[in-house]
């Protein structure tokens, strides 16, 4: 499907890099591990880290005259992703044989999807740094996991192999895009968007240590203006967003030297290899008939009706994307602000409660983004285990909004309260922080201020007004942080400008 917003002419690299005569034409396909509890044909668990060959039956181990029975869950979480996409549901999708030999696959054959899979189309918004783009999807199909073989860790690893079935027949979708992308950053920003995508609506835990999203891309370079797609190398073993841009960057490279030196792109699969950074060859690449595909006879056509595809609709949370746009629109948060906060569910919800116990989202942004973020880091905690509850952090907010407490003294509750997690209204009035906006309090604290600094008046009325601040700064000290800066800059210029 020809994609109107991939076409845009993407940069050609600083001058001399090979770039500017070589366009990168990428697309990348995704295996997602569905968050079933058991298994795509049959009840076994799905639990990651189970000691090897203990989760399995003769379904999942392919055992002659067995029969698989579809998971109900799994196809609502591939349609859930689907939608998620702006796929075009299949009413009628067909599970097919692709029959090809692996020890870790013992009946010879992975149930797929081929002709027929159950969503085509669709599309993902990305933005690699040069403004919003959309990725087409050519087709999202599922499909059962194989085994996993084991070639490290046991005493007799250098001459042999061991397999583990655990993850025979976990239940994944093949999230297919278009050629659309155009340079490493665009594959990494798509990668990292689907993640984003997929795990905010609850369909995969998105775990890449763990196999949950595994990437591969397909990589080619055409001359810059051509409109003929050059010869496609797939690139295995892309399973990390770093990965992704760095085994990508050296496909490239690696093709524009055989191009520039006169030789031809051969059609191969290529295994990138982080140890060494650079990719290898695997295999020759096979074609669609090499696998001599034929519909699955123990399975009938996957029938998913109109009705279940919009109750499963109806089931989806607001997406990453629409949240962002409501941010930026009805709450008036800054585009990248916004981009951050959505770039995880967690965060984007922690951001809300924020907003709505503080009525300032635009308050509530500012301190996520800074004073939230920073202390996350500082104890190496995602957002689910900030241990200051976020209505509390709405309450504190609420105080500086309303003039009760000035910046300054909710910046010191906030250290405080981030562990112990208390009442900052609680705190303001058994200490009496709460911030003196009465003028007569704060006229005599400004007299004083600018009795003791007759230096510094001076050169504001000789017209340095950027004095002014540290004269502010004055008063604030002398009042313990309580007055209302507001009143002391006014008071302070109407004394100095007299
Ligand atoms: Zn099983």
Known sequence: M???????????????????????????????QLLTDSKIFCGCPTKFGAPPN?????????????????????????VRAGLALHCDIQT?????????????????????????????????????????????????????DAGKLLHEGFHDSATKSYVDFNRSGMPLIEIVSEPDMRSPQEAHAYFSALRNALVWIGVTDGNMEEGSLRCDANVSLRPRGATKFGTKVELKNLNSFKFVQFGIE?????????????????????????????????????????YRYFPEPDLPPLVVTKEWVEEIRKGLPELPWDRRARYVGPLGIKDQDARVLTSDRSLGDYFEAVSKASGAPKAAAS???????????????????????????????????????????????????????????????????TQVSDEGAIAAAVDAVIAANPGQVASYKGGKTGVLGFLV??????????ANPAVVNRLLKERLDS
């Open 2 to 32: 020809s994609n109107p917003h991939a076409n845009k002419e993407s940069p050609g690299g600083p001058p001399g890099s090979p770039l500017e005569r070589w366009e990168p034409v990428i697309g990348l396909e995704v295996h997602c």
């Open 54 to 78: 203990t989760q399995v039956c003769p379904v999942c181990l392919g055992m002659p005259g067995v029969l698989p029975v579809l998971n109900r869950k799994s196809v609502e979480y591939a």
């Open 92 to 144: 009628n999708s067909i599970f097919a044989r692709k029959n090809y030999f692996y020890p870790d696959l013992p009946k010879g054959y992975q149930i797929s999807m081929y002709d027929r899979p159950l969503m085509t189309g669709g599309w993902l918004e990305i933005d690699a740094g040069a403004g919003l783009k959309r990725v087409g999807l050519t087709r999202i199909h599922m499909e059962e």
């Open 250 to 290: 050296h496909e490239i490279a690696r093709q524009a030297a055989v191009l520039d030196g006169g030789g031809t792109i051969a059609q191969e699969t290529r295994l990138y290899d982080p140890k060494e950074d650079r990719t290898h060859s695997m295999r020759s690449k096979e074609e669609a008939h090499d």
């Open 367 to 433: 301190w996520v983004l800074t004073e939230v973020l920073r202390k996350l880091k500082e104890g190496e905690a995602g957002i689910a285990s900030a241990p200051l509850p976020p209505e509390r952090l709405g309450a504190l907010l609420k105080l500086v909004e309303s003039g009760a407490i000035s910046g300054k003294i909710a910046k010191e509750l906030f250290e405080e309260i981030w562990t112990s997690g208390a009442d900052p209204a609680a705190l303001v009035a058994e200490r009496g922080l």
């Open 473 to 482: 700064g004055q008063v604030m000290k002398s009042t313990g942080g309580k």
